[in-house]
């Protein structure tokens, strides 16, 4: 499976912003969808995930109410969009995907993508 993110790029705090990420190849070995980012100085963190059917979606408390992912079941692709946007959202974001129904974390992501870039100025 390949990922391939996009989207990135400069908002003001406040703004909205929307991730793409398109998977390509053996794509029905995938169970769930998501997406991590990582700050500068900081580990890399879960931000949001949906299964592959689409019924279930996951979210990082901090993103809450902000943020909502959801896919095209059509195109392979699946999204982030991002509103009411902070400085402190401001990271590499990565696009990722399970190939089994663990929690979406670090060490049961199967695939990853080229992470984009994401920067909210004050």
């Known amino acids: 499976v390949q990922l391939q993110a996009s989207g990135g790029g400069f908002v003001q705090a406040g703004g909205s912003m929307r991730l793409s990420c398109a998977a390509s190849?053996?794509?029905?070995?995938?169970?769930?969808m998501g997406w991590f980012r990582q700050a500068p100085g900081k580990e890399r963190e879960f931000v949001s995930a949906?299964?592959?059917?689409?019924?279930?979606?996951y979210y990082t408390n901090s993103v809450k109410g902000r943020f909502t992912i959801s896919r095209d079941g059509v195109k392979d692709t699946f999204y982030l969009g991002m509103n009411s946007l902070k400085p402190e959202d401001t990271a590499l974001y990565y696009c990722?995907?399970?190939?089994?129904?663990?929690?979406?974390?670090?060490?049961?992501?199967?695939?990853w993508g080229q992470g984009t870039q994401v920067t909210v100025s004050s």
């Open positions: 990722a995907a399970t190939t089994t129904a663990d929690t979406m974390k670090d060490s049961t992501v199967s695939y």
């Open positions: 190849g053996r794509t029905f070995t995938i169970h769930s």
């Open positions: 949906i299964s592959w059917t689409g019924r279930r979606t």
